[in-house]
Nanobody, 127 residues
């Protein structure tokens, strides 16, 4: 079965950095799109970044562009999200999600288009 496990969340001061990991198993990793979503209290779940494990195409929401970097280690079936220059408004539960449509990055950030989800990891950024 498809399994995604996030790790790396925590508490950090504004301006600091965290690296999130999404470890995947149970599917053909190099033919997927892996995306990061986040959901802050009282807010909708929003897509923030995406990578195609097939061709390496990446996409970023404007809110994180220039601060966050998504990458994939296909040999380890793991996607990373390096988060720098963190702001309090980045505080949220961060989820990774997978779609078998490997070319979906930049086309859709609708959560329903991603069929597999991790359990989420909390990121809290203090002022």
């Amino acid at each position: 079965e498809v399994q995604l496990v996030e790790s790396g969340g925590g508490l950090v001061q504004a301006g600091g950095s965290l690296r999130l990991s999404c470890a995947a198993s149970g599917f053909t990793f190099d033919d997927y799109a892996i995306a990061w979503f986040r959901q802050a209290p009282g807010k909708e779940r929003a897509g923030i970044s995406c990578i195609s494990t097939n061709d390496g195409t990446t996409h970023y929401a404007d809110s994180v562009k220039g601060r966050f970097t998504i990458s994939s280690d296909n040999a380890k079936n793991t996607v990373f999200l390096q988060m720098n220059s963190l702001k309090p408004e980045d505080t949220a539960v961060y989820y990774c999600a997978a779609s078998p449509h490997w070319n979906i990055c930049g086309t859709s950030d609708y959560p329903g288009d991603f069929g597999s989800w991790g359990q989420g990891t909390q990121v809290t950024v203090s002022s």
